[in-house]
């Protein structure tokens, strides 16, 4: 892989985030069909009761979604997304003071949503649909890049790889590379290796043990397995009961050199980062 280094500090619009530390960024899905809290949050002072909960919580960024992603789900329409999207971002920019994540691959959202104040950009399709790359770059906001093999609506149907770890990072290197054609800079870019996007229980421990090795890129991981049936087929629990094992791959990634931990439970999260954290400081 690359040896671009980016700074330690990453620049979300009119706000920064200092990468020295991890970061938990709190999921707010905004979406009546999503995994695990599909509907909870659709009407917007639902949506901001729970969005002041996580940053009560110590959530550092708040991640919007309008559009579910998980294993089968339904394709919204654009002006679907944007309706649900922009409000949120627009209310959240307007009460409190934090990054705004926005978790979409729809070009016409990732531009409404940086005029509404959004300081991120997080697409599970590493800005593949056409159209992405130019209104990603025309924002000027950071982008998270992740893997998925295939699209939500087949990717778990017998996902394969040679080697995951490889094919994996190749993927990123690639998608790195037409981002920094399109003038997308290594200083706004992260990755995530995509857990549970297009891989079995199999796939997602090889690559969590091998996490490390997509670090050479020198680029941000952001790591999302909260609640994912990864937990689920390990230990036989339901979605509700995930929360320990959640806990104890978050941990895992924050050791591997994670820098942003997306889930559902924030103060659980916080806590386990920090205690991770600690150690690690007093064993430097």
Known sequence: MSTAKPGSRLPCGD?????????????LNVTPDSFSDG????????????????????????????????PGADLVTPQQ??????PVVEAIRQRFDTVVSVDTSTPEVMRAAAAAGAGLINDVRALQRPGALDAAAATGLPVCLMHMQGDPQSMQQAPRYTSVIEEVSAFLVERTAACARAGIGPERLLLDPGFGFGKTLEHN?????????????GLPLLVGVSR??????????PVDQRLAGGLALATLAVRAGAKIIR???????????????AVMAAGA
């Not at 421990?205 to 890129?217: D, K, Y």
């Not at 889930?263 to 991770?276: E, F, G, K, L, W």
């Open 39 to 70: 509907g909870r949050f659709v009407h917007l002072d639902q949506a901001m009761r729970h969005v002041e909960q996580m940053l009560d919580e110590g959530a550092t960024l708040i991640d919007v979604g309008g559009e579910s992603t998980r």
């Open 228 to 237: 994912k049936s990864m937990i689920g087929q390990l230990l036989g629990r």
């Open 263 to 277: 889930v559902h439970d924030v103060a659980p999260t916080v806590d386990a980062v920090r205690m991770t954290e």
């Open 81 to 86: 997304e944007l309706d649900r999207v922009i």
């Open 15 to 27: 706000r920064e985030l200092d990468l020295s530390n991890a970061h938990v960024m709190g999921i």
């Open 205 to 217: 421990l090889q690559l969590f043990a091998g996490m490390q090795r997509l670090l050479p890129e």
